[in-house]
């Protein structure tokens, strides 16, 4: 009787417009990343998302997400009221991005 209950609520949503959205294991895991680079052309955005490691020369993109310009948009506005959210719950987040991004990830620098 559950089980025909949760179908039935199942298709209900589905009707109103509502995705079921399934994670694996895998996915779920996730990837730490503390590097992102983002390219876009008129039709596309990319996003590589990086683990930079302290004294590796050589880092590797993780995860890469290709969106379309209006799903950027929409990404941009998600992540901004989830930071506002966040902010509020729990202060401000500092930016440290004063320290500059270490070009050779940490390896020896050449001279000129």
Known sequence: ??????????QAQAQEGQINVEL???IAEGQYSNLAIINHSPSEFVVD????????PKAKVKSRVVLTPQ???RLLRALGDNIARYEAQH???R???AQGFPMNFGGPQGQA
Not at 1 to 10: G, P, Q
Not at 49 to 56: A, E, L, N, S
Request: no cysteine; aromatic share 4%.
């Open 91 to 93: 202060g401000e987040i």
């Open 1 to 10: 009787m559950a089980e025909d209950s949760n179908k039935a609520s199942m």
């Open 71 to 73: 799903h950027a948009k």
């Open 24 to 26: 694996s294991e895998e």
């Open 95 to 97: 930016d440290v991005e």
């Open 49 to 56: 998302f990086i683990r930079v490691m302290p004294g590796v």
